[in-house]
């Protein structure tokens, strides 16, 4: 028994020590366990909420705010850098969400064709000989070609491609973004082919040309890769690699990222990869039925025709490495298909628009009384630009 002292206070025996730290330490356990539970149920709701939010499809929304718009008949619209670029045959104009102008551009073009890399922007004529290189606050340079410009491809520095001709020959010009000439010469191809595309990578550095020989009624076509770097100084004319395919045509490259191209023929989607001199690493089949093609810098999209009728087109999507990510059948009369910048896939007509996810969640559906134009995505999740007839709406999901 604990025995009283002179000063009053009484001491503790070493039977009440252990009992008392046993107490404290049981404490502690209780504590630890209900902390424990309810930190698990805590992530069970986030989880639950989270993966209803992932998976939760919506056919409304809020419209937070409306600017009214007047635009002509032949204006296009499309997202550059977050903002709404809206162009046509006399003029370019770069708003925000709220109709605020940022800058706009004058010309007169037949018809105007856009490429984008990083803050760079190519507005040119095709089929005429004015280019515009161009980014989020200002005109940069301008060029004028002294032949018919076929393609033009920009560079994430504002360095520009052309692909030009003169009668039956062709001829590719590389200009720096105030527009000075770089260099300029006629290109030709193997045994008489002739260049229908063109590519450039985002450094500049790398190029590669499309040609296509056509020989007692059958196809071929070429893919040339020229390094203007250090690597391409050793090699002939700059050339560092050349691809044959017999009995296809190659109308469409795209650099999706520094050291990786996709080619689009029309039998098969060829993916290349090098720093210096890019090699085939993957190849995408593709039929007669292919009724669209779509990509970004990470996923390639495909479209084609649906046998069921009722469900009329199946989508397809591949990664940078051709690995299938997606199959997914849709229904919706679409004339538009593309990647948005969040990398959710947006299947529009003039009246509807369906969004999935790239995983497959089917998230939007909407049918509109006034003609959409364009769908951009917005900072939050559920939030998103529409540019319709004669208005541009900010709204959020719900």
Not at 171 to 197: C, F, K, T, V
Not at 216 to 226: D, L, P
Request: charged share 25%.
């Amino acid at each position: 028994m604990a025995e009283k002292n002179k000063s009053g206070f009484h001491t503790v025996g070493d039977t009440d020590m252990e009992e008392y730290n046993r107490k404290i330490k049981e404490h502690r356990r209780k504590v630890l366990h209900r902390t424990v539970i309810v930190t698990a149920v805590i992530l069970l709701v986030l989880t639950g909420l989270g993966l209803y939010m992932a998976l939760r499809h919506y056919e409304n929304y809020d419209i937070m705010s409306t600017a009214e718009r007047s635009d002509t008949a032949a204006t296009h619209f499309t997202e550059f850098q977050g903002n709404i670029l809206k162009y046509s045959n006399d003029g370019a104009f770069y708003l925000d969400a709220a109709n605020e102008l940022i800058w706009n551009q004058t010309y007169e073009m037949s018809s105007p064709k856009l490429d984008t890399c990083g803050n760079y922007l190519s507005i040119y004529d095709k089929g005429g000989t004015k280019i515009y290189i161009l980014t989020p606050t200002k005109l940069v340079g301008s060029i004028e070609t002294t032949m018919q410009i076929q393609q033009v491809c920009v560079a994430e520095q504002g360095t520009v491609a052309v692909l030009m001709k003169k009668d039956k020959a062709a001829y590719l010009a590389l200009y720096d973004r105030e527009g000075n000439s770089l260099a300029e010469g006629e290109i030709h191809g193997q045994n008489g082919g002739y260049p229908i595309a063109i590519a450039l990578s985002n450094d500049a550095v790398k190029l590669a040309v499309s040609m296509i020989n056509i020989n007692e009624g059958s196809v071929k076509s070429t893919i040339a890769f020229y390094n203007y770097g250090t690597v391409g100084q050793n090699e002939i004319d700059h050339c560092v690699g050349v691809n044959n395919y017999d009995d296809m045509v190659i109308p469409e490259m795209e650099f999706t990222s520094n050291d990786r191209m996709v080619a689009f023929g029309d039998t098969k989607a060829v993916i290349f990869e090098g720093a210096q001199k890019p090699q085939a690493i993957a190849e995408i089949a593709m039929d007669e039925n292919t009724k669209s093609i779509f990509y970004n810098e990470r996923y390639i999209g495909i479209v084609t025709g649906n046998e069921d009728e009722a469900v009329t087109n199946h989508l397809v999507v591949y990664d940078e490495n051709g690995k299938l990510v997606m199959e997914k059948d849709f229904g919706l009369d679409y004339s538009s298909i593309e990647f948005l910048s969040n990398n959710e896939i947006c299947i529009r007509n003039a009246n509807a628009c369906d969004i999935y996810t790239v995983h497959g969640v089917y998230k939007f559906h909407h049918e509109f009384e006034e003609e959409l134009f364009e769908i951009i995505p917005g900072k939050l999740k559920l939030n998103y630009t529409l540019v319709l007839k004669d208005t541009t709406q900010r709204i959020r999901l719900k």
